[in-house]
Each structure stands twice: as structure tokens, then as C-alpha cells.
């Protein structure tokens, strides 16, 4: 038996589901949706949207956050990320998200609502490099 979601983790997936269905993905046929929640509760959303010149492609992770950034918001505790079989954020999402939160609860879910990981973005990026470092 499975327990219960937390209510917000349950909120985020939905949004995470919900906004995956604009990923932009001809080339890969791989939907992603992220939702990205501040620490003054503020939620934002994103999917992967592809290129012809694939490198250009954007993840659903930095989609979110660069919306988020460029709203004001720097602090962010939580990130619920789908795919459709559990796949993990990539490196660049990592490290893009590690700026501003290494602490950040990271969520990674399915279009099913199942829940795959759930752990703290240091394990996902251990030892990274951050602000911090440019100042030692
Ligand atoms: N993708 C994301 O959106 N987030 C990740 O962290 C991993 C990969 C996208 C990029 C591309 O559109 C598709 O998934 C396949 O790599």
C-alpha cells in the first residue's frame, strides 16, 4: 500500500502533469512538465520546448525557473518534474537549479501521478558548484 502524498507535493504534480501537455516535442516525443514553488508559495510551471537545432532545446526544469527567476523570485523549496516513466532532471537542470537552491526538494514523478524519487538536490548533484565557491 501506498501513503498518502503530501498536499502540496499532490497540487505540484498536477500542475507538473497539466503543463507537459505543451511540451514542444518533435524531435523527441519526450513530454516533460515541471512546477517550480517559491518560498512565498508562488508556483511556476514549465515543459521542454524543442528546436531543429536540437542543442537549443530548452528542459521543462529551466523553463520553470527562468519564469520564476524573471518574475523576482530566487528562493524555491520544492520542484515536482514528470516524464513519462520517471526520468530523471539532466545535469544542466541541475546545476541551473543548484544556484539558487541546493537544498531544493526535488520530486520526480510520472504522467500517472506515480511517484519515482523524492530527495533533496544535494544528493542529485553532490558536491556542486555554486555561488558559494566563487567567493572562498
Ligand atoms: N528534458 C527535460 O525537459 N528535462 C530534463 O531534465 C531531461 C530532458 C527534455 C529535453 C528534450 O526535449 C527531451 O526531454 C529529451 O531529452
Known amino acids: 500500500m501506498s501513503s498518502a502524498v503530501d498536499p502540496a ?4 504534480l498536477q500542475q507538473a502533469i497539466d503543463v507537459s501537455r ?3 516535442i518533435p524531435y523527441s516525443h519526450y513530454p516533460v512538465g515541471a512546477a517550480l ?10 515543459c521542454n520546448v524543442e528546436n ?6 530548452i528542459c521543462a526544469e529551466r523553463a520553470a525557473l527562468v519564469k520564476a527567476v524573471s518574475e523576482g523570485r530566487r528562493e524555491f523549496d520544492l520542484i ?12 544542466t ?7 539558487f537552491a541546493p537544498a531544493l526538494r526535488v520530486v520526480i514523478a510520472d504522467l500517472a501521478g506515480r511517484i519515482h524519487a523524492d530527495q533533496p ?7 556542486g558548484f555554486g555561488p558559494i565557491e566563487l567567493n572562498k
Do not use: F, I, K
Request: aromatic fraction near 8%; proline fraction near 6%.
Open 37 to 46: 514553488r517559491a518560498r512565498d508559495g508562488s508556483v511556476y510551471t514549465g
Open 93 to 99: 537542470c541541475r546545476q541551473m537549479l543548484y544556484e
Open 80 to 91: 515536482v518534474v514528470v516524464t513519462r516513466n520517471g526520468g530523471s532532471p539532466c545535469g
Open 121 to 127: 538536490l544535494n544528493e542529485l548533484l553532490p558536491l
Open 22 to 24: 505543451h511540451a514542444y
Open 52 to 57: 531543429a537545432a536540437y542543442p537549443a532545446t
Open 9 to 12: 507535493v499532490q497540487s505540484l
